[in-house]
C-alpha cells in the first residue's frame, strides 16, 4: 500500500503536471469578448471526396521538416491534434502547382503578457512561399502581418478572429502564378476565409513599386525558389505552441 502522504505528493505532482501542460493555452476568463460567439470553437470540417488529406489527427507520415529529408517531429496530442514544439517548420512531402483549396483548422495559445509578433505567431505558407499569416489579433484593427492578413502583401477585409484558445478556420482558394517561358506572366491569386467570412477576395499578390506593381514570389521567411514549380504547404515554427488539426487539400480542375 503507497503511504498516504506519498500518494499525497503523486496528486499533487500530478495536478501541477496537468496545469503545466495547459499553461500555454491558459483562460481566457479575464479576456474582455465582443461577443459570446468569438469564445466558441469553430466545427471541424470533414475532408470532401476527392480530398487529399495532409493530417489526419493520427500521424505526421505527410510531412517532413523544412530540408525535405529528415521526418517531421511536431508533437502528436490527445484529440488529434498536432503542436508546434519548437526547433523548425515542416512541409508537405507532396507539391502542388495550379488551383487548390485547402483547409487548415487552428488555434492560438492565449499569451496576454507577450506582444505584437509574439502572441501565438505561426503560418500557413502557399507553396511555402506565399504566408497566410497565424496570430492572436484578436480585437485588433487587423494590419498585413496580423492574422489572416497575406504576410506584407495584404491586410484582412474585417478581423474576423476568434479569441485566443479557441479553434479558428481557414479556407483558402490559391492559383499559382502564371508562367510563359519558365517566367512569371501573372501573379498567383488567393481567396480567403477565416472562419467563414470572407477576407481576401481574389487577391493578387503583388506589392505596389515606385512606379509599377511588384509581383511577390515569396514572402518573409518562404522557402523561396522557383516561382513557377511547384511547391508544398508549409506550416511555421515561430516558437510558440499552435496547435492544428484536421488538415486537407482539394485539387480544383479547370
Known amino acids: 500500500m503507497i503511504p498516504r502522504y506519498l500518494l499525497a505528493i503523486a496528486i499533487s505532482f500530478g495536478a501541477v503536471a496537468a496545469a503545466s501542460a495547459q499553461e500555454p493555452y491558459g483562460s481566457i476568463a479575464d479576456l474582455k469578448l465582443a461577443k459570446a460567439e468569438d469564445a466558441k470553437d469553430m466545427p471541424s470540417v470533414t475532408a470532401p471526396t476527392g480530398a487529399?488529406?495532409?493530417?489526419?489527427?493520427?500521424?505526421?507520415?505527410?510531412?517532413?521538416?523544412?530540408?525535405?529529408?529528415?521526418?517531421?517531429?511536431?508533437?502528436?496530442?490527445?484529440?488529434g491534434i498536432m503542436q508546434v514544439p519548437g526547433g523548425g517548420d515542416i512541409i508537405t512531402k507532396e507539391k502542388f502547382a495550379g488551383k487548390f483549396k485547402l483547409h487548415v483548422e487552428f488555434r492560438v495559445p492565449y499569451m496576454p503578457k507577450a506582444?505584437?509578433?509574439?502572441?501565438?505567431?505561426?503560418?500557413?505558407?502557399?507553396?511555402?512561399r506565399y504566408e497566410v499569416q497565424i496570430l492572436d489579433s484578436y480585437g485588433l484593427n487587423s494590419q498585413n502581418n496580423d492574422c489572416g492578413g497575406i504576410y506584407t502583401v495584404a491586410a484582412p477585409r474585417v478581423n474576423a478572429c476568434k479569441a485566443p484558445t479557441v479553434w479558428q478556420s481557414y479556407d483558402i482558394e490559391f492559383e499559382s502564378p502564371r508562367c510563359e517561358g519558365g517566367k512569371?506572366?501573372?501573379?498567383?491569386?488567393?481567396?480567403?476565409?477565416h472562419n467563414g467570412v470572407l477576407i481576401h477576395d481574389k487577391q493578387r499578390l503583388v506589392k505596389k513599386g515606385k512606379d509599377k506593381e511588384e509581383i511577390v514570389t515569396n514572402t518573409t521567411a518562404g522557402l523561396g525558389g522557383d516561382p513557377c514549380a511547384p511547391g508544398p504547404i508549409l506550416l511555421q515554427d515561430h516558437g510558440n505552441p499552435v496547435q492544428y488539426r484536421n488538415v486537407w487539400l482539394l485539387i480544383v480542375k479547370d
Open 115 to 128: 506582444k505584437g509578433q509574439g502572441r501565438g505567431n505561426s503560418g500557413v505558407y502557399l507553396q511555402g
Open 184 to 193: 512569371i506572366a501573372a501573379p498567383g491569386v488567393a481567396t480567403v476565409y
Open 52 to 79: 487529399i488529406v495532409l493530417f489526419d489527427g493520427k500521424s505526421l507520415n505527410a510531412w517532413t521538416k523544412r530540408d525535405g529529408k529528415a521526418a517531421a517531429h511536431w508533437k502528436i496530442l490527445d484529440g
